[in-house]
């Protein structure tokens, strides 16, 4: 029986963030994304909470600690894709969460499916869903189509 191995030609990180990671992409997005998305007002309105980061360095096959390689604010690098599981609430009057997926890249798209904002009801869900795009990024940037 042969085994093969697929070559990965993009370097992926998935994290937590933490409390300053969250300020360091929220500024990010607005500073230089020119982005209202990540406004503390938009925050406070939707009870926005950033649950999980992915980072992509395309053309990067080297597999190392992004953070390690680039610093503690790696977001400002051209060629890193940063993707989010966000945390919203459903709607106004309710305390249901839905959690959405995002992309900063040079401006800020959602996850979409079917030309609809893709909106989990679980965090697992939508965990599964981001554990998924990062191993097809690894491999090629197609994935990328689905964030509008």
């Known amino acids: 029986m042969k085994t093969t191995t697929k070559k990965h030609n993009n370097n992926t990180m998935q994290f937590r963030p933490d409390k300053v990671d969250c300020t360091y992409i929220k500024e990010h997005s607005m500073v230089n994304l020119d982005s209202y998305y990540f406004t503390s007002g938009n925050v406070k309105l939707f ?3 950033i649950k999980r980061v ?14 390690s390689k680039y610093g503690y604010n790696p977001y400002n690098l051209d060629d890193l894709f ?6 919203v609430q459903a709607g106004f009057n309710t305390e249901e969460k839905e959690y959405k997926i995002v992309l ?12 609809q904002v893709a909106r989990y009801k679980d965090y697992k869900t939508a965990r ?16 990328l189509r689905y964030f509008h």
């Open 54 to 67: 992915l980072f992509v360095h395309k053309e990067d096959k080297s597999n190392s600690n992004i953070f």
């Open 82 to 87: 940063t993707i989010l599981i966000e945390e």
């Open 128 to 143: 599964n869903i981001l554990d998924r795009l990062e191993n097809g990024l690894k491999l090629n940037l197609d994935s």
């Open 104 to 115: 900063l890249s040079y401006k800020v798209y959602q996850y979409r499916y079917n030309g």
């Open 47 to 49: 009870n926005s909470k």
